[in-house]
């Protein structure tokens, strides 16, 4: 379970959260919705420490983030896996390296037992024969996968998905979605993803939240959030250009 | 006048952040250096590329400096029927100052910069963010092997600028110019002594802790986009620069 009590985070002038509180239920899929720039990147970055918040208290499993030393920190991160919106895969390396790095960084395995898992990770994830390619050899929907089979590599209890599926197309999006979907059936980990891929993403997630002025205006399962009466919902996820959500 | 002692006082609380964030970017750095030094695989990676791929402009810039060292000095020592001593001016020249120096200002042209740009790439790629939700330290598999290396590589450059240079001078001053070759070589090993020697490889070695941590912590806090990154390379190449000439001012004085 991950909890965020009362989050403040500004950079500047700009307040991007602003109080925001959220508990993100174990074994399940949630997803986190919300126009763009209202901080569904940052929030994410708060729940692994990447950032700290200006106030509030970030918890992972009962430990607080906030307060802890950067070795306990590292330890607590042992715990995640994470997917960026642009895959952040090392792009000196090739794939089999980028997937294998984790592997040979904090584990003692053997190079045949790298390989195999390497390959059975790439093979997971619907790709063959790339591990020789470097990350600017591939398509979008392949370095997302990539980075998926990197982020899956260590049996990690949380995963963080940041819009893991924005910029493909819509067969690769589906895809993507599905491997999410079967991914988090085989290994039943906690996972976050923040998406704007409406109503697709309400196939995938358990639960929604909906961040919206630095807090969360609205949380439920997605059944609730896709009859939602609240204007700013329904508006949001109507696409709607008339509504309280003013963006031109 | 309020407005003007605000903006004083802003401007002054953000330079002594960015002092405190570039000396707590050093010791983390030499800290975990000596804590985790990292795999020796990355520090030989690193000294091939600031080292080894140095070795061309290397050669270069010492051959064309004793040169004109050659010529210079010539020039200068002949006024006092003194050019027998040109060897000594060349190698007390280049051991002592231009070899230290002007190897780590080829060195933060041709390495400095990329090390900003590397670092900064992926930093704004969030190559770097991902390597911390793997609990791994950035500074273990980024930052202590170019720092190694740096240490590593700037003395042995030196030592080779040195070298080459006194070559060039030699061929300047004994075969252009006509100095006697014993004389050339005979005063510079009477006068060139051990101190003067590692007086220059210490320069070089703390040359290659300011190139490595300059570019480094640039690129670690690299803006946003294309331009933050060029943006850092430039500061990046600009202040290891001046850091340099700054520092070899201070080193010389306490070396001399």
Request: aromatic share 8%; charged share 20%; net charge neutral.
């Amino acid at each position: 379970m991950i909890r965020l009590q009362g989050v403040h985070k500004s950079f500047g002038d700009q307040v991007v959260l602003d109080g925001l509180d959220i508990t993100i239920p174990a074994g399940q899929i949630t997803a986190v919705i919300g126009p763009s720039g209202e901080g569904k990147s940052v929030m994410l970055k708060h729940m692994i420490g990447l950032l700290q918040p200006d106030s509030g208290a970030v918890e992972v499993e009962g430990e607080s983030i906030t307060a802890a030393s950067r070795a306990r920190l590292n330890s607590i991160r042992e715990k995640f896996g994470m997917l960026f919106q642009n895959a952040a895969l090392f792009d000196s390396m090739n794939v089999f390296d980028n997937v294998a790095f984790p592997l040979r960084e904090k584990t003692r395995l053997s190079k045949e037992e790298i390989r195999n898992r390497v390959m059975s990770a790439l093979e997971d994830v619907g790709l063959k024969n790339v591990e020789h390619k470097y990350t600017d050899q591939l398509s979008g929907g392949m370095k997302k996968r990539v980075a998926l089979a990197r982020a899956l590599l260590l049996n990690p209890k949380i995963i963080l998905f940041d819009e893991p599926t924005t910029g493909l197309d819509p067969i690769i999006k589906k895809a993507i979605h599905q491997l999410i979907r079967d991914t988090h059936a085989k290994f039943g980990f906690t996972a976050v993803i923040v998406s704007h891929e409406i109503p697709d993403i309400f196939e995938v997630a358990q639960h929604v939240a909906m961040l919206y002025k630095g807090k969360i205006l609205q949380y439920g399962t997605t059944d609730e959030i896709l009859h939602s009466e609240h204007p700013v919902v329904r508006q949001f996820i109507s696409g709607s250009l008339d509504g309280p959500i003013q963006m031109i | 006048m309020n407005q003007l002692i605000r903006y004083i006082g802003r401007k002054t609380i953000a330079l002594m952040r960015e002092l405190g964030r570039i000396g707590w970017f050093l010791i983390h750095a030499l800290t975990t250096m000596v804590r985790s030094p990292g795999n020796p695989v990355y520090v030989l990676k690193q000294l091939e590329f600031i080292g080894a791929k140095s070795l061309f402009v290397i050669f270069l810039t010492a051959g064309f400096t004793g040169m004109v060292l050659g010529l210079q000095g010539y020039y200068t020592l002949t006024k006092f029927g003194s050019e027998g001593m040109l060897g000594t001016a060349v190698a007390l020249s280049l051991v002592r100052e231009l070899g230290p120096v002007l190897t780590a200002l080829m060195v933060t042209g041709r390495a400095g910069s990329a090390i900003t740009a590397e670092i900064g790439i992926m930093r704004i790629s969030e190559q770097i963010d991902a390597l911390e939700t793997m609990a791994l330290d950035p500074f273990k598999y980024l930052i202590s092997p170019k720092l190694i290396a740096a240490m590593i590589a700037l003395p042995l450059l030196c030592a080779i600028f040195d070298v080459v240079g006194i070559y060039g001078g030699w061929l300047v001053g004994v075969k252009l110019l006509g100095v006697n070759p014993g004389a050339y070589f005979y005063e510079m090993e009477k006068s060139v002594v051990w101190r003067d020697v590692y007086s220059g490889f210490i320069k070089s070695f703390s040359f290659g802790v300011i190139i490595a941590w300059i570019g480094c912590y640039k690129g670690y806090f690299a803006g946003h986009g294309a331009e933050g990154v060029s943006r850092a390379t430039t500061e990046s190449v600009v202040l290891t620069s001046v850091l340099i000439l700054v520092w070899d001012y201070f080193l010389t004085s306490v070396l001399l």
